[in-house]
């Protein structure tokens, strides 16, 4: 007598139902005088609890399975910690940063008398939703007389720039009492904490020591004072000591003389802080010697304010961090690491000669000019990384402005502000920030797909596609359909973005991102 042929097992069967299906139909094939399949039968009964007991143990094996991998780890946590077998930490909120000029009386000063602005000094800005947001000096700043403006018609005497960063000092935070063991990790109260913020005291037999943030600890002597700021998804920051094998690990005190740890650190960051140029800055406080700050305001907006790092944008850059070693040596080195860096939302590098490249790189979100503070930051970020002989020169994009206006027939009976809302909208996330990249090409053929594809258009005419703004209603097109542009422009809508150019013709004051004249049985 034969073998009976073995049945063939279908490994896709990971949930209850195909479970319990499989299990039975494989009892038919092997066991024919089991012939009642009921739900009362007792045979069924284990069936189905074994079934139950395995869609279990695959569902958490499958999850498992999942979280290996950070294409498709599904778990945050799992996510952050295969992130960082590879050098790669989740970045923080990034603070906004801008350049702030300010007036003083000009009777209470005189001319051999400087004006110190202390580090931290507070500015107070109010946003239109009600929230205030702080922003902080980074050093101290001495004014020369010579720097001051000569008296204007107020008597009031201008000077600048105050370099500002958006945040909120938390000063002497008594983080926790060391108990002398290795691998010791705490977590700051406050947050979101800003990157590269964090300063750590340790209070020694000796007196309070300095401890130098590191990324790693892997390249740490038993004797050397450092550290590592770990972040979870939340964006709270955790501080790892040493294991006195790599690092030192802070000493165990006594009950008489604690050894304490201390941090001060500045919270806040995000997309508030990137206020419009003009805005209001109020001081917090008088400068020493009772100096009142008079009309303090930024010439340009402010920039570099974005959310946490995302866990799929982790998961899009952690392979460009394995690929580049932390070692700038091609273009594309440059611009994968200067991402890396908190508020640098766009980077392109250009080699200009055998020894120097430029980097031009623009804030995140905006198509802007890049404050002092944000390239001193970048150049300070690769001076470890660049070859020695490289000189690196850190520069703001190109803007170009991209100008665009249509003749639009909407279908019956959609409200005018809906349909012309649609249509913004639309255009706007073609052109939006996140989605286009260094000298990427505009299509005009594109602007008509996605005006187009909505239910609220019947058909259209681009009118206007052009680098320059038009003041007549005529057909100002680019002849082959093609805007092209050079390596370090970056696209940006020029009726919406661009300050220095005038409403779009027919739209009076609005500045919408595109200009559009609707035609049909719109409703008002």
Request: charged share 20%; with cysteine; glycine share 6%.
């Amino acid at each position: 007598m034969g073998d009976k042929p073995v049945l063939p097992i279908d490994y896709t069967n990971l949930d209850y139902e195909s479970l319990r299906e499989a299990m039975l139909g494989l009892a038919q094939e092997t066991l024919p005088e089991w012939t009642d399949l009921s739900e009362n039968d007792l045979g069924v009964l284990l069936v189905e609890l074994f079934a139950y007991a395995c869609d279990i143990t695959l569902y958490y094996q499958t999850r498992i399975a999942n979280n290996l991998l950070p294409e498709t780890a599904d778990e945050p946590e799992a996510l952050i910690q295969l992130l960082r077998l590879i050098g790669y930490e989740l970045r923080p909120a990034s603070p906004a940063t801008v350049n702030l000029s300010a007036a003083v009386d000009a009777a209470v000063i005189s001319d051999e008398t400087s004006i110190l602005i202390p580090n931290r000094t507070q500015f107070f800005v109010s946003l239109p939703t009600g929230e205030q947001v702080v922003f902080e000096t980074v050093d101290e700043i001495t004014i020369a007389p010579h720097q001051l403006s000569l008296p204007d018609v107020q008597n009031l005497r201008y000077f600048l720039p105050i370099p500002v960063v958006q945040g909120q000092s938390i000063l002497d935070e008594a983080v926790a009492e060391s108990d002398g063991s290795p691998n010791q990790s705490y977590s700051l109260e406050a947050g979101p904490v800003i990157a590269d913020s964090i300063e750590v005291t340790v209070s020694e037999p000796g007196g309070e020591t300095r401890w130098q943030a590191v990324d790693s600890l892997a390249d740490s002597s038993p004797a050397d004072r450092n550290f590592v700021v770990q972040w979870d998804a939340q964006g709270r920051a955790t501080l790892r000591f040493g294991d006195n094998l790599n690092g030192m690990a802070p000493l165990r005190g006594t009950a008489i003389s604690p050894v304490l740890i201390r941090a001060t650190y500045r919270v806040g960051g995000g997309p508030q802080g990137n206020v419009a140029a003009g805005t209001v800055f109020t001081p917090a406080s008088t400068l020493p010697g009772n100096i009142s700050l008079l009309n303090v305001t930024n010439l340009a907006a402010a920039a570099g304010g974005q959310v946490g790092e995302s866990l799929d944008r982790a998961r899009r850059l952690a392979p460009r961090l394995y690929r580049t070693q932390e070692r700038a040596v091609t273009p594309r080195d440059y611009a994968d690491l200067a991402l890396m860096v908190p508020g640098v939302g766009k980077a392109k590098a250009v080699a200009t000669n055998w020894n120097q490249v430029v980097l031009y790189i623009a804030p995140a979100g905006q198509v802007a000019t890049p404050t002092e503070l944000l390239q001193q930051n970048v150049l300070a970020f690769f001076e470890s990384r660049r070859p020695v002989t490289t000189a690196l020169t850190v520069v703001g994009p190109q803007p170009a402005d991209i100008y665009l206006r249509a003749d639009i027939r909407a279908q019956p009976y959609y409200r005018q502000i809906d349909v012309q809302q649609a249509v913004e909208q639309a255009v706007a996330d073609y052109l939006a920030f996140d989605t286009l990249e260094f000298g990427q090409r505009i299509y005009l053929s594109k602007v008509y797909e996605i005006i187009q594809s909505l239910p609220q258009v019947a058909s259209l005419t681009v009118t206007q596609f052009s680098r320059q703004p038009n003041t007549g209603m005529g057909m100002d097109i680019e002849s082959d359909g093609i805007i092209e542009l050079s390596p370090n422009e970056l696209p940006r809508l020029g009726y919406r973005d661009n300050p220095n150019t005038l409403a779009a013709p027919g739209n009076n004051s609005y500045r919408p991102a595109i200009a559009l004249r609707i035609q049909g049985e719109v409703v008002a």
